[in-house]
């Protein structure tokens, strides 16, 4: 059985640094693709970065790119996401996620490719 278990989230300051971690368990599959999304009230679940697992492609929508890095521990078994220069606009709740798909093979931006998900954690910037 998969699980993902976010953690670390926080209110901050703008242009404060966080590190959001996922602690996953379940899989047995090489080629698949991790990540993280964000939701905002009224809005659609956005994946913002990626990574593939079997060589560590990592990929971002350009409103966090520069700003975020998306890496993994698979040993500890463990996604991270290193957020600086936050801002306001980042404000949300973010949900790490894996698919059995590869990252190249669909829109990471798109929840509906992702199977297994976190409960989420909430980032909350203050000007």
């Known amino acids: 059985q998969v699980q993902l278990q976010e953690s670390g989230g926080a209110s901050v300051q703008d242009g404060e640094s966080l590190r959001l971690s996922c602690a996953w368990s379940?899989?047995?599959?090489?080629?698949?693709?991790m990540g993280w999304f964000r939701q905002v009230p009224g809005k659609e679940r956005e994946g913002i970065a990626v990574?593939?697992?079997?060589?560590?492609?990592?990929y971002y929508v350009d409103s966090v790119r520069g700003r975020f890095t998306i890496s993994k521990d698979n040993a500890k078994k463990t996604l991270y996401l290193q957020m600086n220069s936050l801002k306001p606009e980042d404000t949300g709740n973010y949900f790490c996620?894996?698919?059995?798909?590869?990252?190249?093979?669909?829109?990471?931006?798109?929840?509906?490719?992702?199977?297994?998900w976190g409960q989420g954690a909430q980032v909350t910037v203050s000007s």
């Open positions: 379940g899989f047995t599959y090489a080629t698949y693709c």
């Open positions: 996620a894996a698919s059995l798909r590869s990252c190249y093979s669909i829109d990471y931006r798109q929840s509906v490719f992702f199977a297994y």
């Open positions: 990574v593939q697992n079997n060589n560590g492609d990592t």
